[in-house]
């Protein structure tokens, strides 16, 4: 019999790690699976994703929930015996829902851009990523957590990103550290949960990765 | 006094149209302000959205509500006496949110090709512009509404967008209608509904407006 709850993901992707966080935060048991998304996706990931064929995929007894954003909603609304990742007022839940939308159109975009390109238009992304990290920062203030004294949604959504900070740094020959200290403290505090440190792979090795991603797009 | 709801909009925009729709099927009074996003932006959108800068910006008792869908969901759990926009059970809330997702990533972007490119560009944007559209058919079936037999959320995610129908077809130079009867015939019956009615502007002034966007823009 299939599993009640299966991961479809790709380990070096910051989406699929907040999936994973969520279900092992909840403590939700669920097969992973990991998914060859450059050379070939699986038949379940064809089948369960075919308009974006892309992961993470979360499959609940047989049906599929897609895009990470909705993933964590649904997780966090399913097995809702446990902490809630949001806040249960409208104002607080709509700010969070805002900065994981926030993290998505500016922090993913902005970091790619950091390998992908070079000259100028890398100088003006490396002022953008710091820029962005220190929004998120200001927003983060002096609580522990973006969830207030408890790990929570928004800290699910951004604490992937934290396991590529080397590779944007060595790629983009720019440094975090100096103006984003609390941020800092904050990735390093998130790595001592449990769901955080399963879910992150290596640094270095995420280094690795983005070296064979720049040779397959051709990116010196 | 400050009204209590103020909406920030802007009347072309597809994304303040689904949050005037909200309000509009909630019943909720409002103040509605027209803002010059293009030369003038107010010190009070600038105040409320500092970040983005953007419409539509939702202000409850002086705090702002950014994000036309995290607006909706405001205004669906604030004012939850009536109807719901989404389903409770989470399985088809979490479909709902793909679907507004979907809207948000494929049509607007698509949308935009038809009138701001063109030669093999165009072609290509009309093509899936179609496309698009018969995904987004074939999810609506036999249904009145994309919500069921009731308008819902997916409903006020697309409907604005049924009144640049005519801007994209003119400007791109195809045709919606023979591939997507169906969905002609939703957005016609979402027009009978007073709130999509009062949001949604006239489509020849439309046309009119991306005439001026295309002037503005340099595209010829």
Known sequence: ????????GFWPSMFGMRTMIALEEKGVKYEY??????????????EMNPIHKTIPVLI??????????????????VWSDNNSFLPSD?????????????IDKKLYVCGRKTWATKGEELEAANKEFIEILKTLQCELGEKPYFGGDKFGFVDIVL????SWFPAYQKFGNFSIEPECL????WGKRCMQRESVAKALPD?????GYVLQLKKLYGIE
């Not at 409208?90 to 939308?101: G, K, S």
């Open 1 to 8: 019999m299939a599993a009640e709850v299966i991961l479809l």
């Open 203 to 207: 640094s270095e090795k995420v280094v």
């Open 159 to 162: 604490i992937g990103f934290y």
């Open 90 to 102: 409208p104002y607080h839940r709509a700010q969070a829902l805002f900065w994981a939308d926030f």
């Open 182 to 185: 609390k941020l800092i403290a």
């Open 33 to 46: 699976r990991e998914e060859d998304v450059i050379n070939n996706k699986s038949p379940l990931l064809l």
């Open 60 to 77: 609940h007894n047989g049906k599929p929930v897609l895009e990470s954003l909705i993933q964590i909603q649904y997780i966090d609304e």
